[in-house]
């Protein structure tokens, strides 16, 4: 087998305030929004799964961000701290100075709500990238495997990955008006499996999907993004009945079924 580098990157936390430039409605269930504003400049992010946190006007409608002290981020004292959650830069435009999001509206949350209410010239805190994980390059496989949280990350992964590189993916949304247009030079295997009314949390398509995966030769990685159980329970089968080694999986709840998101 062969042994597969992966590289942690480290970014210097930069928090800032982003300006919606434009929101599309790509789908039912995802808004896409694109930011902007002098504050971007120099935004970094190097992996398709990396995250910045964004910050949400707290119940007063205000935006309240940290700023880093010694000890870590800081919030002004004696005001509410704005809500924090995780987003994926779907795609950063260094010379146009944009940054998209997508987020989806699953009816619940600062963040569902907000995005979907979203206007050009609101504004919301960002902080990070903090870190990437570039997962070597050099598998014969890649499976990727998510619900319609890990579409941004899965859509820029496709995007950015190249000519000659295998890509098995695995999608799992509300309904079939939730597809994407997905593109990719890779050699590209999608499966989407659309729950119609079952839970996020309690549907089990994605499991059935991955059962029924066949094996090939050759080493594969696979990155797992889900309604946290879900995500752990594959990441088991993966690791302890199919055996495949630690490092060849990633698997990462993106959110928590019945809670909000705010201590991560
Ligand atoms: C690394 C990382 C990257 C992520 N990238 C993205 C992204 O690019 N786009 C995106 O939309 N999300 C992404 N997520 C998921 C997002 O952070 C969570 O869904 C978050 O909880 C949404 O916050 P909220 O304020 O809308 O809801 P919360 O206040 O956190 O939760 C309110 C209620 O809604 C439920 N809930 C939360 N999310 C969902 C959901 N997706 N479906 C159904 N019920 C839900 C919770 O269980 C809770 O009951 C990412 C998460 C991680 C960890």
Redesign the pocket.
Known sequence: MTLHQHRGVRHQVVFRTLEVLRVERLTPHMQRITFGGEALRGFISAAP?D?VKLFFPNSRGELVTPTLGPNGPEYPPGREPS?M????P?RHDADANELV????L?G?????SWAEQAQPGQRLGAGGPRGSFVVADDYDRYVLIGD??AL??VGRWLEEMPAGARAQVLLEIPGAADRQALSSRAHLDLAWFERDGRD?AASDLLEQGLRALPATEGDSFYWIATESRRARAMRQFLNLELGVPKESVRA?G????????EDD
Do not use: C, L
């Open positions: 799964d995250h809500p959650r995780d987003y994926t779907r999001v997508d987020f989806v699953h619940d949350g600062p963040a569902s319609e949280t941004p990350a996020g990462t993106y959110w928590k079924s019945g809670e909000d998101d």
